[in-house]
């Protein structure tokens, strides 16, 4: 998924006026910076209580984060109807209960996604699930020839897998090296998953295909600049997957953790942050936009991601490319908006364009949120050394060795984690 902004890279490394900052990838190169306050509301008064927390402060950050980063999300209904439309109670060789759903958006059901569901079949009683989105169909999670490929447009991926954007039979299990499902069911726990162009197409002419449109006012074919962009479309999208998840006696709605890589991460991250029914949040290499600091300006920057794939955020967002110093917020203060609820957030060390230092501070200042409920964050400023997971509090963090991926080592901590909180 790094192909897209390689090459921008390489064109911004080769063509620098193209940008107006430099593209950082060294420490010792990333200039002092102040971040908001977190604790500060925008009267200046001192956030001390739990209490301010949640009456001011949050509320605050909620808006500020829609108005100026990733638009608003509307807040009217639409009508929903779920629909089962597959059922294995002997799924993955015996180990699994396989569902799909169709969740239907609108009067006439105009819009739709697909969930995938896989339960542990020798758990009785509801089950804690992972909640996340793909990058290409729901078949790509797993080999099962169960799985129904998905129809729509896909963004990345190379033939045979992916054909002139659409899914091929090849593309079965293409990603399950993401998902491990099996190793997740071992451990007790079920996984949900929808494709995110299901929401938005994953590209800037898209907003008339996706969930978007159901909110047009007449005429209209585009988001206004405060109004949502894809990562809002599929932070939407999760939230309506958690609806139906809330009506699944198999789900402990109340053990939801929402999990995303990369952009994916991005819209992991803004769900968890507006919907509190989320019980955990997982971020991995989510960088820019997501968990990395932005006034760090090191890999990717408001810059390039809003050149890059101008659909994602709100208009209001192009406003701060190479202003980083004028966004009323940061990420950590994202993370904030978590707490007190367990948060894990991942980097990789070969992922600098995503900031994995910018990401394990993105926790340890929003600790102080954290503590206003008496919970533990990140204590120190200094990044741990790679493969060694940290935070015995309520945010958990790693760099793992390697690449812009999310893998059995990430999964592997993410059900330590979740054992540890979602299973008290
Ligand atoms: C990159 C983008 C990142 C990240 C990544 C991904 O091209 O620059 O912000 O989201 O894609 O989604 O894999």
Same mark, same amino acid.
């Given at each position: 998924m790094m192909k897209f902004a390689a090459v921008l890279l390489t064109f911004n490394l080769v063509? =620098?006026?193209?940008?107006s900052q430099k593209t950082i990838r060294d420490e010792s190169q990333v200039v002092s910076y102040v971040l908001? %306050?977190?604790?500060?509301?925008?009267?200046?008064k001192m956030v001390r209580t739990k209490r301010d927390w949640e009456k001011t402060r949050r509320p605050e950050l909620l808006s500020l984060f829609s108005e100026n980063v990733y638009g608003k999300t509307p807040s009217e209904k639409v009508p929903m109807r779920f629909v089962q439309y597959d059922a294995d109670s002997n799924a993955l060789g015996g180990q699994a209960i396989r569902k799909q759903v169709t969740v239907y958006f609108g009067k006439k059901g105009e819009r739709s996604m697909d969930i995938l569901l896989y339960f542990p079949r020798n758990v009785k009683g509801s089950v804690p699930v992972f909640l996340g989105l793909n990058?290409? +169909?729901? =078949?790509?999670?797993? =080999? %099962?020839? +169960?799985i129904t490929i998905t129809k729509r447009w896909v963004r990345d991926g190379v033939a045979p897998v992916i054909v002139e954007h659409r899914a091929t039979e090849a593309s079965r299990g293409s990603q399950a090296g993401d998902w491990v499902v099996e190793d997740i069911l071992a451990r007790g726990y079920g996984l949900a998953t929808v494709f995110c162009g299901d929401l938005q197409?994953?590209?800037?002419?898209s907003f008339n295909e996706g969930v978007h449109s159901l909110f047009?006012?007449? +005429? =209209?074919n585009m988001p206004q600049s405060d109004e949502w962009g894809a990562i809002g479309a599929w932070a939407w999208g999760l939230s309506r997957a958690m609806d139906y998840l809330e009506t699944d006696k198999m789900v402990d709605a109340t053990k939801v953790a929402v999990i995303g890589h990369s952009r994916l991460g991005k819209a992991a991250l803004w769900a968890g942050a507006q919907d509190q029914r989320f019980a955990m949040v997982v971020s991995n290499n989510s960088g820019e936009g997501g968990a990395?600091?932005?006034?760090?300006?090191?890999?990717?920057?408001i810059e390039i991601i809003n050149k890059a794939f101008p659909h994602w955020f709100s208009g209001n967002y192009k406003q701060f490319g190479g202003r980083e110093d004028a966004l009323p917020v940061d990420y950590h203060e994202l993370i904030a908006l978590i707490a007190p609820r367990p948060v894990y957030i991942a980097s990789a060390s070969e992922d600098w364009w995503a900031d994995p230092k910018g990401e394990y501070l993105s926790g340890y200042y929003a600790s102080p949120a954290y503590a206003l409920y008496g919970s533990e964050g990140l204590s120190t400023p200094e990044l741990p050394e790679t493969n060694r997971p940290t935070g015995a509090g309520k945010i958990g963090y790693h760099l793992r060795k390697g690449g812009h991926t999310m893998n059995r080592y990430d999964w592997q901590q993410y059900l330590h984690f979740a054992d540890k909180w979602l299973r008290r």
């Open positions: 063509t =620098q006026p193209l940008f908001p %306050d977190l604790l500060k509301t925008r009267s200046g990058f290409a +169909g729901n =078949q790509v999670v797993h =080999q %099962d020839p +169960g197409p994953d590209r800037p002419d047009f006012k007449e +005429g =209209q990395a600091i932005t006034r760090r300006k090191f890999g990717e920057t």
